[in-house]
């Protein structure tokens, strides 16, 4: 059986370090290059090159991961949940040639890291001094919103689903409006939503599919509230959405904090002091030689 071929865009200069983790976004490298360092002990600690080669495309982050593998060289790979089922992410991590180096997020996006409260105010440069009352506020407003943006994020995993049979479709554009209307999201909102689609797809079917994904984000049994708030947050919520249209206000308005002229994911990254508890096999397996 013949090996991969090299991607045309490798750039064989990354091939001089001695360990990397392949990512597929910018902020994505950002938060591991910190989170690296953070269970490392400090920069001068580790070796492990952070490699954004996509900008938002999973599949280069597997290629990059195969060829240097290929080479026998030393990788990683991490890249976004986004629509995968818990399923199709098993299967992508189970395959042969990756050594057990790739894995899927264990949440939507990057961005997910960024919602929970606790999770949140420990990024904060002044996170001592958050008041109870601000707290409290956060929490308000995302209890407030979560029903809209669990239906937002169902939405846009059954137009991704779909969208290789809908070539015109922008998905933003179709699944947006929910965050929009004025009055909380219920199922009516999208069937007219998906009502515009109908002509090309079964819209019974579209719906089907979506009672499917949202069914998902639902209370399991047994499972306490705290836990479920969490859950959904973490794998059912569209985290960079949620986070430029509610953490990034709060953290303006509500803290009258300004970021780093590189953004708030470059400010929130340097506050960082402990490691998500989700991801400290993964990045104990990137550091291991």
Known sequence: MSGPERPSWYDDAWNAYENVLFVEGKDDATLFRRWIE???GGPAEHDVQVIDVTGGNHLRVRQALEWRLALGKHASGIFDRDDLTDEEAALLEAREWSQGRLKVLPRFTIENYLLEPGELWGMLPEHDAVTEAARTAYK?????ELERYLHHCSLWKVMVANKAKLKDLRVSDAVDPVLASADPPDKKVVELILRDYASKLDQNALLAEYDKRHMEAQPASGESTDACCLRRLCRHVHGKKAFEM????YLQDELKLQPEPKGWKVTLSQGVKVVPED???FLSLVRSK
Do not use: E, S, W, Y
Request: glycine content about 0%.
């Open 38 to 40: 953070v269970a490392a």
């Open 140 to 144: 308000t407003k995302l209890n407030q």
């Open 279 to 281: 991801l400290k096999d």
């Open 246 to 249: 509610l953490t990034q206000p």
